[in-house]
């Protein structure tokens, strides 16, 4: 099984709608969790953490629900400039080294 | 800010042909990476490293060397490039192994 498995879209939003997608990971022992975007032909870039209550960032909301392993990436009032992939990110132990595991990416194309 | 450099933007080299790929960071950062990042297959981890002069393998180490002299560089060594290895390779760095990583611009490979 994968680490970090999600579902790569692409998700064709209506401008203003609200998007929503999953990531679920393998690793039950996992303590952080991350959303970061990438933007066409760009580097990675931190959107948000993801607690363990939740957090909110404007129109981003992070949830995380650890006894089905997965967390969420909701998205409100969807504008142009929030078409990009979505990366999630999960801390992995991997042969003893404690590192991130990525996610391949949900794509998010908001159409006008 | 985080600053993260890559030496090159886009890069054509021959079959054959050394590599060298240079990474710095600004952040006092005790930890490095190289990942490669090709369509549908997401990132993969190349190396790491969590201190000077010490390295980890990644994923898919197979081709590729790293060197870690300096806190702030970490290079990525193609010793004989192959076609296989044309791909966007992206830099990061991170203060803990499972805290945020600042990812680098990206350096485009081109192997003819």
Redesign the interface.
């Known amino acids: 099984r994968k680490e970090v498995e999600q579902d790569p879209g692409p998700f064709n939003v209506p401008e203003g709608a609200t998007v929503a997608f999953n990531c679920t990971y393998s690793n039950s022992a996992s ?2 969790f ?1 959303w970061y975007r990438q933007d066409c032909r ?5 959107l948000m ?1 993801v607690y363990s209550s939740g957090n909110e960032d404007g129109r981003f909301t992070a949830q995380l629900n650890r006894a089905s392993q997965y967390i969420s990436l909701l998205i409100r009032d969807s504008k142009l400039s929030d078409s990009a992939t979505y ?1 999630c990110v999960v ?1 992995a132990v ?1 042969e003893g ?4 595991a ?4 949900n794509q998010v194309v908001v159409i006008p | 800010d985080v600053k993260v450099t890559q030496s090159s933007r886009y890069l054509v080299k021959r079959t054959g042909e050394k590599v060298f790929l240079e990474c710095v960071q600004d952040m006092d950062h005790e930890n490095m990476f190289w990942y490669r990042q090709d369509p549908g297959l997401g990132l993969r981890l190349i190396y790491f490293s969590y201190d000077v002069k010490m390295k980890e393998k990644g994923d898919i180490p197979e081709g590729y060397s790293v060197s870690r002299e300096k806190k702030e560089r970490f290079s990525l060594i193609l010793e004989s490039a192959s076609t296989n290895q044309t791909s966007m390779y992206l830099c990061a760095s991170s203060f803990g192994p499972q805290e945020t990583q600042y990812f680098g611009p990206g350096t485009r490979l081109l192997v003819l």
């Open positions: 303590q952080s991350f760009k580097e990675p870039k931190l953490s990366l801390t991997v080294n404690n590192r991130l990525f996610g391949k990416g």
